[in-house]
């Protein structure tokens, strides 16, 4: 099992960054992707960004390229995510998420960061 925790959110002028941190424990060395999801009131849950563990390929949704940044500290055990140009739209719960070598899914979740941007 993995256990995962963020930190780092909370509210934000327009136009502002925040950084996003996950710090994973448990069978860290079985994990495969590292990602991060986020959820807006009344909206699903919906892909943000993932990095492999091993190696920096990484994969971003549309609509945060050139934004947003994932990155990792494998000595850490750690994800993190940065965020620039927040705009309001980018309001939501950000949820860590892990999936491991042996699974075709993200099983191991957070327990989710609030990310608040005013206008």
């Known amino acids: 099992q993995v256990q995962l925790v963020e930190s780092g959110g909370g509210l934000v002028q327009a136009g502002g960054s925040l950084r996003l941190s996950c710090v994973a424990s448990?069978?860290?060395?079985?994990?495969?992707?590292l990602g991060w999801f986020r959820q807006a009131p009344g909206k699903e849950r919906e892909f943000v960004a993932q990095?492999?563990?091993?190696?920096?390929?990484?994969t971003y949704a549309d609509s945060v390229k050139g934004r947003f940044t994932i990155s990792k500290d494998n000595a850490k055990n750690t994800v993190y995510l940065q965020m620039n140009s927040l705009t309001p739209e980018d309001t939501a719960v950000y949820y860590c998420?892990?999936?491991?070598?042996?699974?075709?899914?993200?099983?191991?979740w957070g327990q989710g960061a609030q990310v608040t941007v005013s206008s």
């Open positions: 998420a892990a999936r491991m070598v042996y699974s075709d899914n993200y099983a191991y």
């Open positions: 990095i492999r563990r091993s190696g920096w390929t990484t």
């Open positions: 448990g069978r860290t060395s079985s994990m495969h992707l």
